[in-house]
């Protein structure tokens, strides 16, 4: 496998998959009704603790921590626990439907790419019609799940 198709597999199919299995385990924790609060501290010592691991095992060479990676990280954390707590709260609260939720908030594939397009000028590189074209898929798709 070259590295192209290596990557997608490793950063796309393979994290598709554990997503999917992530939103099931979160529906599945919610009806046992667990706080949303309490639903994050425990995700995040997970998260905390699986970095612990996994630093030796990639043994990563060449990276750096300062103030701006610190800073970044940070900032996705914070998205992610208040995108990931709004879920939670929607499924907790309004018995949401997982199966309409999910196409909704995948829907981040389109500031995502527009993202990728022009902060990081990955319209040099990509194929920038193929990927609006896609996301314009999944944004259909999204929104014909959602009323299912």
Do not use: H, Q
Not at 14 to 20: H, N, R, T
Not at 128 to 140: D, E, P, R
Request: aromatic content about 8%; charged content about 5%; some cysteine.
């Amino acid at each position: 496998m070259n590295n192209n198709t290596l990557g997608i597999v490793i950063g796309g199919i393979i994290p598709a998959l554990l997503y999917g299995i992530f939103a099931i385990t979160m529906k599945a924790g919610a009806s046992y009704k667990i706080s949303t609060s309490s639903y994050l501290i425990i995700i995040g010592l997970v998260i905390a603790l699986t970095g612990l691991l996994v630093k030796p095992l990639l043994n990563e060479t060449g990276t750096s921590l300062n103030s701006t990676a610190i800073a970044f990280s940070i900032c996705s954390g914070l998205l992610w626990a208040l995108g990931t707590a709004l879920v939670n709260y929607s499924i907790l609260k309004f018995d949401t439907p997982l199966a309409i939720l999910t196409p909704l908030y995948n829907m981040n594939t389109l500031v995502a790419v527009l993202g990728g397009l022009i902060i990081f000028a990955e319209w040099k590189t990509v194929n920038s019609v193929v990927a609006i074209i896609g996301t314009i898929l999944v944004v259909c798709g999204g929104i014909l799940l959602s009323r299912a």
